[in-house]
């Protein structure tokens, strides 16, 4: 170990809204924390438009996020909550899954991601020393602590070092941890829409022979609209100025998108990853750093957040009993429950997505058999309803 090394329980490289997550985390456990990020959050204004990269935060998230403090301060800034959720392929057999339907106000709330990593970011307490804008330049493990250098030249010391610094993780490369997944056939293009009504409280998803369209409600009379299609057509489409988007999203999208105006878009490939191990040495993953999935059921940033809830528990009970916050048997717990959990995930959503991404004849009779025995199905309605907002 570097003799002028600083010292601290934790480091975690990564200040997204999963590394900023467990920072609070176990900062407010009273452990000393070493955030390294490469790019702050920017303080928010109200009048700025919304940021084109959105998640949906179902209420097992929600939950967690509020007991750190950080919900209560997104709600300050903006979020969008959703009542309902509807599934079809033709617009006139629709699936709708309610939160009544399970006793809830809401079944999740669709928010801006800068914004729920700036309410994070507000959360820091004197326990968290921020580093940014740094990154990882070099990671040395020893018995007892592991030690990176940044790209300043500083030392830093920690039991335990996290990767939360996403799907192309510099440090998982360093610790010498492997991934296996691919590019799917298809990409996204996301676009931030004016609609011609009040804020809804629906989130809907259509499915086509060349993929999912979908809309998600964001406030005032805003939403996200998200056309999942091959490559080519994808590129084609963001190489067009907004007048024009608009005009081939209103040929393209079912009638109750309404004459939506284009804002601003943008578009990313789709890949599936995932980590050969969650663990190495006292380094330890999460978030996409461990994972990214097809994003069809904006399940990722809840993946992330049930990584982080769970590893931040095993610390935290690690620390109270004096044991070794980043022994092998704590990863192993880690990595015992959420690895499979994840693949589980990962498995369903590339299930659903060769399923309804095919125009098979057989295979489309029955993906309207399922979607009407849905429809009649108070059970079967309930279950999803369940399902989405992450219970168990």
Request: proline share 4%; aromatic share 8%.
């Amino acid at each position: 170990m570097t003799t002028t090394a600083q010292q601290f329980d934790i480091s975690i490289v990564g200040g997204g809204m999963v590394g900023a997550a467990i920072a609070v985390a176990l900062s407010q456990a009273g452990m000393r924390v070493a955030l390294i990020e490469k790019q702050p959050p920017v303080a928010f204004d109200a009048a700025s438009a919304p940021d084109l990269r959105v998640s949906s935060i179902n209420l097992a998230s929600e939950a967690w996020l509020t007991s750190l403090g950080a919900w209560q301060q997104l709600e300050k800034m903006r979020v969008c909550a959703y009542q309902r959720l509807q599934a079809f392929e033709q617009p006139g057999s629709i699936v709708t899954f309610n939160a009544a339907d399970i006793k809830r106000s809401h079944l999740g709330h669709i928010v801006e991601n800068n914004l729920l990593q700036l309410a994070l970011w507000q959360q820091f307490n004197a326990n968290v020393t921020t580093f940014c804008p740094l990154s990882v330049s070099a990671l040395q493990q020893f018995a007892d602590n592991t030690e990176i250098t940044l790209d300043s030249g500083e030392a830093l010391s920690a039991k335990l070092v996290i990767a939360a610094d996403g799907a192309n993780s510099k440090l998982r490369q360093l610790a010498g941890i492997g991934t296996n997944g691919w590019q799917y056939r298809q990409a996204c293009l996301v676009a931030l829409v004016n609609t011609p009504y009040p804020q809804q409280d629906v989130t809907w998803q259509q499915f086509t022979p060349t993929g999912p369209r979908a809309f998600l409600p964001l406030p005032d009379q805003q939403g996200s609209v998200v056309w999942y299609d091959d490559l080519v057509k994808v590129k084609q489409l963001a190489a067009l100025n907004s007048k024009q988007l608009t005009q081939q999203l209103r040929k393209a999208f079912a009638a109750q998108l309404g004459e939506v105006e284009v804002v601003s878009s943008s578009w990313f490939p789709l890949a599936r990853m995932d980590a050969n191990r969650y663990y190495a040495g006292r380094v330890v993953l999460a978030g996409d750093a461990a994972h990214t999935i097809n994003p069809l059921a904006g399940q990722g940033v809840n993946l992330g957040f049930a990584d982080a809830k769970l590893l931040t528990e095993l610390i935290i009970d690690a620390q109270r009993h004096n044991s070794d916050i980043g022994s092998e048997q704590l990863l192993q717990r880690y990595q015992r429950k959420r690895k499979p959990a994840n693949l589980l995930m990962m498995s369903a959503m590339d299930g659903f997505y060769q399923v309804f991404g095919n125009d098979i004849a057989p295979l489309r009779t029955l993906r309207q058999l399922a979607l009407n025995v849905a429809a009649r199905s108070s059970l079967l309605k309930t279950l999803v309803a369940r399902y989405a907002v992450g219970s168990e």
